[in-house]
């Protein structure tokens, strides 16, 4: 079951990060605005906004594996829809599907996991997946990159996938071919899903999708809010970067979104993962609000020196920002969690919602004022969301600090 668990965070990840490298596709492709562009990720995050509650209470009411298997059904239907009709209005459909699909799985697979891994190795498994999650986002980008340098030369000599692929897919659309993947992968999980036993999960007070009047309660605070445009505003950072760095570095560098590109959305996804495990280590040594006040000034720099520096300092700048902004979404999280002393499921679904919304505008923003003014000054809306989340580290008042280890009163301890 742990490993079941982790294979979806795989799946979830494979289908949500693609994002990133095909949007200079989709513009090319459909010959749309940079706003029309950002309108599919609007579908799919939006659709991630909306269902973070009401998942809590489908959990709830039907239990995970009939959930699960609804929600990669809705991510087969998505990606089905869009493989045989890859058109922009289709895929407006299919991303709010895929996008509705993919947040009840995030709310039914945590405490599946606690149980089925154990509550005294929670911790550890939390961090495997999150691991696996990152790695997903760093493979999904070259899976399409392989697809779409290979799938318009296939010939009878290539493997069976491409060959296969090519009769599929349109040959003035090869990066539409991922989709087969997506739907492909959703089905073999509902496989997996139909045929596995679950272990009965007891929700905690911290995973409940609560009462309405919990809701109410919470929504009276100005703190509450306060996270909610934090939150907002950490996953506008992560997705108006990661969205639009391809076609940034196409439109002003010449890089090909082919190659260059999906390996900067790799490698940002990648360097994302690795700082996670960077972030864990100092969270020992420094409180988390200093750290997150340092990752915000250096994920600022990255932006500044992404957007007016030279090719390959761009190049470069852009992946650099995945490292800085690793650490933000753990601590943001913790620190909300560590504010408020009661109805933390509920707080979780709140701070969901404002992650899609977040998701959903800030790339739509950017895309905005880059058909109006140009891409580069859409991308300096990107210093008011990484700003919004640098603040916290001045104004947040967690009522438990994390805990870390003083060096200097460790090392004046007698030894025995």
């Keep these: 079951m742990v490993?079941?668990?982790?294979?979806?965070?795989?799946?979830?990840s494979l289908l949500t990060n693609i994002l990133g490298p095909i949007v200079p596709d989709i513009i090319n492709s459909f010959q749309v605005s940079l706003t029309a562009a950002a309108l599919l990720g609007f579908a799919f995050f939006i659709a991630y906004g909306v269902m973070s509650i009401p998942a809590g209470f489908l959990v709830e009411l039907w239990r995970e594996k009939p959930v699960m298997i609804l929600a990669f059904f809705a991510g087969t239907l998505g990606s089905l829809s869009f493989a045989l009709s890859p058109q922009y209005r289709v895929a407006m459909v299919s991303y709010f599907v895929i996008g509705a699909g993919m947040a009840v799985l995030q709310v039914a697979i945590n405490p599946l996991l606690r149980v089925s891994g154990g509550e005294e190795h929670y911790a550890f498994y939390s961090s495997l997946a999150q691991f696996i999650f990152g790695s997903a986002s760093f493979i999904s980008p070259l899976i399409y990159s392989y697809l779409v340098l290979n799938l318009g030369h296939a010939s009878t000599d290539a493997n069976l996938l491409l060959r296969v692929l090519q009769r599929l897919t349109p040959a003035n659309l090869p990066w539409a071919s991922i989709y087969w993947i997506f739907a492909a992968a959703t089905l073999v999980m509902i496989a997996l899903l139909a045929l596995s036993k679950f272990p009965r999960v007891e929700h905690t007070a911290e995973e409940s999708a609560g009462s309405l009047e919990m809701y109410r309660s919470l929504l009276r605070k100005p703190v509450v809010w306060m996270y909610f445009v934090s939150m907002l505003a950490y996953v506008g950072c992560e997705q108006g970067t990661?969205?639009?760095?391809?076609?940034?570095?196409?439109?002003?560098?010449?890089?090909?979104?082919?190659?260059?590109?999906?390996?900067?959305?790799?490698?940002?996804?990648?360097?994302?993962?690795?700082?996670?495990?960077?972030?864990?280590?100092?969270?020992?040594?420094?409180?988390?609000?200093?750290?997150?006040?340092?990752?915000?000034?250096?994920?600022?720099?990255?932006?500044?020196?992404?957007?007016?520096?030279a090719a390959q300092v761009s190049l470069l700048s852009f992946k650099l920002i995945g490292l800085f902004a690793s650490v933000m979404w753990p601590i943001v999280i913790s620190l909300a969690l560590n504010s408020v002393a009661e109805h933390h499921g509920s707080f979780a679904?709140?701070?969901g919602t404002g992650m899609g919304i977040g998701g959903a505008l800030v790339p739509v923003i950017i895309g905005r004022i880059g058909d109006r003014v140009g891409l580069r000054n859409g991308m300096l809306f990107l210093y008011v969301t990484f700003c919004v989340v640098l603040s916290v580290g001045f104004w947040a008042k967690p009522l438990v600090n994390n805990a870390t280890v003083d060096l200097k009163r460790a090392a004046a301890q007698p030894t025995s």
Excluded at 3 to 12: A, E, H, K, S
Excluded at 251 to 276: E, K, N, R
Excluded at 280 to 295: I, N, P
Aim: aromatic letters at 14%; one cysteine or more; proline letters at 1%.
């Design 3 to 12: 490993v079941l668990v982790m294979i979806t965070f795989f799946v979830i």
């Design 242 to 309: 990661s969205q639009w760095m391809s076609k940034f570095l196409a439109q002003y560098h010449g890089f090909d979104p082919h190659t260059d590109g999906a390996a900067a959305v790799s490698w940002f996804w990648g360097l994302m993962t690795a700082g996670c495990a960077l972030g864990m280590l100092l969270l020992k040594f420094v409180d988390s609000r200093k750290l997150l006040v340092a990752t915000s000034i250096g994920a600022l720099a990255c932006l500044s020196a992404a957007v007016f520096g």
């Design 349 to 351: 679904g709140i701070l």
